[in-house]
């Protein structure tokens, strides 16, 4: 909280309020409730994991429609890239009960939804 309290007065509330948005949201949301419930789970990870684009992205803002959404390219590199290391280690989700798409899914649909996510993240 005393990262919360310094972030803003030294920088601005919205930063803090949003780099507060994320922590709640990757330990809260992602880690405590999520993690384990759904294949899922890198997504919304990934979208915690997206705010400090938010908070030192380009000078424009970082959510927009247009072709250099950083926080749109982070969900989506995020999701391929850690759906490729998870076909890696699927037996060891599988051991601890982590839904991983490889573990719930199989691998072929791990592969078809990396190609996906990287068809669009290029695009």
Known sequence: MASVLLLGSTVNWLAAGLSFAGFAGY?????IWLKRRTPQNIVIGGAAGAVPRLLAGPPRPAISPGP???VRDRLLLDAAHFWALSLL????????????????RGEAE???QILIYSVLLYA
């Open 27 to 31: 330990v809260g949301v992602y880690t």
């Open 68 to 70: 250099r959404c950083p």
């Open 110 to 112: 791990t592969r078809r």
């Open 89 to 104: 280690m699927k037996d060891e989700y599988a051991k601890v009960g982590v839904p991983m798409m490889p573990v719930v």
